[in-house]
T-cell receptor, first 112, second 112 residues
């Protein structure tokens, strides 16, 4: 069965640079979620989209923005990167009316 | 963690033994899910239990939910070396918000 696809899997950036993370949800899933997991931490919700509209917002810095496109894929844009942004970034998808969120393999972002 | 505690934080047992992990949460919930994460990798969905359910089984997994105590337990029977991973519980808030709030996780090590 198709799973959530995230790209790139690994990304190394310098401080103050910009990064774009991409997420391709499971086919026919209409809701996408982004989570951030710092080293040794539990995943923290950042933002979610349903039918291309932002549906919920968590502890996402103002330097980050995200959107969902007409083909339901989503991108997380991160600017003015800081050392503390180094983390695993997960995308998850679900189908409205169901409760299970299926997670992608994550993008490991390292900021030097 | 925004959600609560997982207990124990680390658990080491012999292969073939049973492993029990506990999770507590703070708010009313719609459902509770358990995820497994191998080191630095993606989150794999294990099982979902709804707020009106008390117990659920899936293969070697047994999950209980006590909404009066705001707690859940995950039992893995006849453990295998491949069960070595971190286990997280995650809840979504009652009525509406589908974002998941994760517990701190239990690091389970199965010794051969």
């Amino acid at each position: 069965a198709a799973g959530v696809i995230q790209s790139p899997r690994h990304l190394i950036k310098e401080k103050r640079e910009t990064a774009t993370l991409k997420c391709y949800p499971i086919p026919r899933h209409d809701t996408v979620y982004w989570y951030q997991q710092g080293p040794g931490q539990d995943p923290q919700f950042l933002i979610s989209f349903y039918e291309k509209m932002q549906s919920d917002k968590g502890s996402i810095p103002d330097r980050f923005s995200a959107q969902q496109f007409s083909d339901y894929h989503s991108e997380l844009n991160m600017s003015s990167l800081e050392l503390g942004d180094s983390a695993l970034y997960f995308c998850a998808s679900s189908l409205v009316g169901t409760d299970t969120q299926y997670f992608g393999p994550g993008t490991r972002l390292t900021v030097l | 963690s925004q959600q609560g505690e997982e207990d124990p934080q680390a658990l080491s047992i012999q292969e073939g033994e049973n492993a029990t992990m506990n999770c507590s949460y703070k708010t009313s919930i719609n459902n509770l899910q358990w995820y497994r994460q191998n080191s630095g990798r993606g989150l794999v969905h294990l099982i979902l239990i709804r707020s009106n359910e008390r117990e659920k089984h899936s293969g070697r997994l047994r999950v209980t939910l006590d909404t009066s105590k705001k707690s859940s337990s995950l039992l893995i029977t006849a453990s295998r070396a491949a069960d070595t991973a971190s286990y997280f519980c995650a809840t979504d808030a009652f009525q509406g918000a589908q974002k998941l709030v994760f517990g701190q996780g239990t690091r389970l090590t199965i010794n051969p």
